[in-house]
């Protein structure tokens, strides 16, 4: 699984907002956001830009999955 995905869902889970809030903090719908998390797709650059704005995050971070800032996840078997 790629770590994008659950850095997505971190960054939100920190702030305590759902999709649709943290969509609405970079422009996008509910939906996109969702299938950020989902890796149905993913953010382009702009996008990015606008999660590291809204989320006090670098690049490195969104894609590297940093976690020197204290994002870390618990992984459950699906």
């Known amino acids: 699984m ?3 995905q659950y850095t997505l869902k971190m960054l939100r889970a ?3 907002i759902t999709q649709k809030e943290a969509g609405e ?3 996008v719908s509910e ?3 969702h299938n950020w998390e989902k ?3 993913f953010p382009n650059v702009p996008q990015i830009k606008a999660i590291e704005n809204n989320f ?3 690049y490195d971070e969104i894609i590297f999955f ?3 800032h204290g994002l870390t ?3 459950n078997k699906e």
């Open 66 to 68: 940093d976690v020197k």
């Open 31 to 33: 939906a996109t956001w």
């Open 39 to 41: 890796q149905k797709s």
């Open 56 to 58: 006090n995050v670098t």
């Open 2 to 4: 790629n770590k994008t």
């Open 25 to 27: 903090r970079v422009g």
């Open 14 to 16: 920190k702030e305590d």
């Open 73 to 75: 996840v618990k992984l």
